[in-house]
């Protein structure tokens, strides 16, 4: 490269970081009595993951609720997609939408992946040794949400209470969303795997992730893979598709299924593109002022 060039080249101002300011921003603080660390602002320099297990099932939650989850292998039986460079960062994740049925308007429990504006958004995430808990205040609804493994089992729970902090009651379309994973990172990339892997199936409160015939890269062989979605209240609708329940031309920051209050319903049987979702839309709430509704939703491995 000519002189004159480098020299150009090198006049080009450095920028930081993105994330970093100057001066530094308090993003949170320990709390030594109950030995958990508080983050008072969702929008970090990066994400804050934290790992959750039992010993044999593993997952790591952001402090947004974003990241995945997988049972003894992470290569082959990682259950929830994550993009580690998505942008948005952190994406796809853990959510749960909450919208008003009376006006539409909607805004997720952990901040991600609407992003409401920070004045109208009260944040709190607390990490702790196995568990992080998420709260929540924007459009006079109070919420928490409590990630953690269960002791005993190959499953995720999430921990969900909605609390109305307004003097009218209230009526809300709860949206908890997964997004499944094709077990390896390999099978996700090919677009045959949709097809040759992938089941989803929806009845009552669980939505079913199966491949009868997977290949096994590790094990060299044929095996079968289960996972699952569950909530502890009955859907009023549910959606097993990500293009069904997001849309084609759309973010997860305004997915079409919550916009209309409503999911399809459509089942994923026999494999389709592109990949599955899992989200059961509902049950709609109506908690009076003050009231509280809690639920909880779960993913795991089955057997």
């Keep these: 490269m000519a002189e004159p060039a480098m020299k150009a080249i090198n006049k080009v101002p450095v920028h930081p970081r993105p994330g970093i300011v100057n001066p530094p921003r308090r993003y949170g603080h320990f709390d030594p009595q109950n030995r958990e660390y508080v983050i008072t602002r969702p929008d970090t320099p990066q994400p804050w993951y934290n790992y959750i297990t039992n010993g044999s099932f593993t997952g790591y939650v952001s402090h947004t609720g974003g990241g995945t989850c997988y049972a003894g292998d992470s290569v082959e039986q990682r259950i929830l997609r994550t993009h580690l460079h998505s942008r948005p960062a952190d994406q796809p994740g853990r959510w749960i939408y909450i919208r008003d049925r009376r006006t539409g ?17 009260k944040y709190e995430c607390r ?11 924007c459009n006079g609804i109070r919420s928490e949400v409590t990630y953690f493994v269960a002791p005993d089992a190959p499953a995720e729970l999430w921990l969900v209470t909605l609390v109305n902090a307004g003097r009218r009651t209230r009526r809300l379309d709860v949206f908890p969303y997964a997004e499944f994973f094709l077990w390896s990172l390999s099978r996700d990339n090919n677009i045959d795997a949709a097809i040759k892997c992938t089941d989803v199936a929806a009845a009552g409160r669980v939505i079913v992730h199966r491949s009868y015939y997977d290949w096994g890269e590790q094990r060299g062989g044929w095996m079968r893979q289960f996972a699952f979605f569950a909530c502890s209240q009955a859907p009023a609708s549910f959606d097993t598709n990500l293009e069904a329940f997001v849309g084609v031309f759309r973010g997860y920051d305004r997915p079409l299924a919550v916009e209309a209050g409503r999911c399809s319903s459509f089942s994923n049987r026999g494999g389709a593109t592109p990949p599955p979702g899992g989200s059961a839309g509902g049950p709609s709430t109506s908690p009076s002022p003050e ?6 939703a779960s993913t795991g491995r089955g057997t």
Excluded: C, D, N, Q
Excluded at 105 to 115: C, Q
């Design 291 to 296: 009231g509280s509704s809690p639920r909880s």
């Design 127 to 137: 990490v702790g040794a196995g568990y992080s808990t998420i709260r929540a205040e």
């Design 105 to 121: 308007e909607f805004h997720s429990a952990t901040w991600a992946p609407v992003y409401t504006a920070l004045r109208r958004f």
